[in-house]
């Protein structure tokens, strides 16, 4: 399913008035589609008690046509214009069917209305919305009195226009006063602040609505939110007549003394995610510390540095061995020291000589890449980085913060600047390529955040490339189940507890499950 950035769905909006579709049809569309679904929210509209609070723009437009419909079909409409309205025909046409419309509500009419409505229909600020919201401006009172009757005992139900009042269409970022609607009913497609934290949390079921877009415009749409109806279309063929090295060879490298799990977990995600063979690279000091958990595997012992980690004579080592492997796993547990970034830089021209499918680069390797002069230059195009927003920071020098704001930017740029596909690992984790597309996981699920998840993550994704799928086909596969396969495990464990082995033990049956389905 595609998203759209503000930007964007104003370009469709233009596309669809260039195409002969007026802005006054748009918004007919629009207000009728609400009405419907205010309709069926409802069930029935005979006595029921309807307030829409309409602000002056666009989004406000839509909720008087919406008005007019419902008290056409017999609900008793009462319209709040807390600001006025740039649209007096259809105010007119409201007061020629009696409907009773209060401008520059106060708190007492709005107490008068709000608790004793059935439905409310959020029409204040749409996708437009670039300034905070005051409780003490009409429409954030307006705001924080539906608040209120939400809490009271017999609360109305909240439908939202194209998206909550309040909330960031692009980053999902959420004003103090935005009420959590029941419905939102957005038009031409999803908005991608509607899957982003914190916004993902509180816009409810959302209902999307044709209103004209022409479909030829919406095909040069480059984002997209993954789903099960995708991942099973993109499930690496396993033929009966297969062996081990039809599905691929994965050399996952990294562990030191201080993080030994590391590689065993990203070689346990590799090999549930369906890959033939997984050998594992790791300081020699360590191995039997790491094999211990991992009969599975087979081992390429390298030599240890006296800090626990891999030398940077490793890549002396590795330098014969990439040819024999489709994809790699680089860095889980590697230790942030300069035998890391120094290791790192040496190996970079292998990877892309002597990998036939690619190579993800995860964790301890990424801080070398931040630190590494001309790394853009040297990362070879078929790699995946898979940062948290932590290493994200690191490599695009800004702060967690700021990478944090601007989450399907800060991937993008990324992407862009390195020339190769990134996973901005995260709630809703974001996939990017370097030629613009995009994909948003549909999951923020806390239970994942918990240490070695994202060693799990890598493995897949190398699993993944090894057997055959693009880097970003891949990284976007790998994401969607690893989240899928975190969804299932909360059913049973609620928001904490998980260990990040049990994703990778519980993919085969989240697999099974897509695939039939």
Not at 357 to 383: F, S
Request: aromatic share 4%; net charge negative; glycine share 12%.
């Amino acid at each position: 399913m595609k998203l759209v950035t503000v930007a964007e769905m104003r370009a469709l909006e233009a596309a669809a008035v260039e195409a002969g579709v007026s802005l006054a049809q748009l918004m007919e569309e629009a207000g009728l589609a609400v009405a419907q679904e205010a309709w069926m929210l409802l069930g029935t509209l005979e006595g029921r008690r309807i307030t829409v609070l309409a602000g002056p723009g666009n989004n406000g437009g839509d909720g008087l046509v919406a008005a007019r419909h419902l008290a056409d079909w017999g609900a008793e409409v009462a319209v709040v214009l807390p600001l006025g309205s740039n649209d007096a025909a259809r105010v007119q046409e409201l007061r020629d069917r009696e409907v009773p419309i209060v401008e520059g509500a106060g708190q007492e009419e709005l107490d008068a209305l709000l608790p004793m409505a059935d439905l409310v229909i959020d029409a204040l600020l749409g996708i437009g919305r670039a300034r905070p919201l005051a409780q003490s401006e009409p429409m954030g009172m307006a705001l924080e009195r539906l608040a209120a009757a939400r809490s009271g005992f017999t609360p109305p139900k909240v439908l939202a226009v194209d998206v909550p009042s309040g909330m960031d269409a692009d980053s999902g970022a959420v004003d103090p006063l935005t009420v959590a609607p029941d419905l939102t009913v957005t038009f031409g497609l999803p908005k991608v602040g509607m899957y982003q934290s914190p916004a993902s949390a509180i816009v409810g079921r959302v209902q999307v609505i044709d209103i004209g877009i022409p479909k030829g415009a919406m095909e040069g749409v480059a984002l997209e939110l993954l789903t099960s109806r995708w991942a099973k279309g993109s499930l690496p063929e396993r033929p009966e007549g297969a062996n081990k090295g039809t599905f691929g060879r994965l050399l996952v490298v990294g562990g030191c003394e201080r993080y030994p799990g590391a590689p065993r977990l990203a070689a346990t995600g590799a090999y549930r995610a369906g890959a033939g063979l997984v050998t594992v690279a790791c300081p020699r000091p360590i191995q039997a510390m790491v094999s211990a958990g991992l009969a599975e595997a087979t081992w390429l012992p390298l030599p240890g540095a006296e800090d626990g980690g891999l030398q940077d004579e490793a890549a002396i080592a590795l330098r014969p061995e990439w040819r024999a492997f489709e994809a790699a796993v680089f860095g889980p547990g590697m230790g942030n020291t300069p035998h890391t970034q120094a290791l790192t830089w040496a190996v970079l021209p292998d990877m892309a000589e002597d990998l036939a499918r690619g190579a993800v680069i995860d964790a301890d390797a990424l801080n070398a890449l931040a630190v590494m002069p001309g790394a853009a230059e040297r990362i070879p195009a078929n790699v995946v980085l898979t940062p948290h927003p932590g290493e994200m920071a690191r490599l695009m020098g800004t702060t967690v913060a700021e990478i944090q704001a601007r989450r399907l930017d800060a991937a993008r740029q990324g992407a862009a600047r390195f020339g190769c596909t990134v996973v901005l690992k995260g709630a809703h984790t974001v996939v990017a390529a370097p030629d613009g597309r995009a994909a948003l996981s549909p999951f923020a699920n806390p239970l994942l955040a918990t240490a070695g998840c994202g060693d799990v993550l890598a493995g897949m994704i190398g699993a993944y490339l090894a057997q055959g799928l693009e880097p970003y086909d891949a990284a976007r596969l790998g994401v969607y189940l690893h989240a899928a396969a975190g969804e299932s495990l909360r059913e049973e464990y609620g928001e904490a507890g998980l260990l990040a082995g049990e994703v990778a033990t519980r993919l085969p049956r989240v697999v099974r499950e897509i695939g039939a389905s």
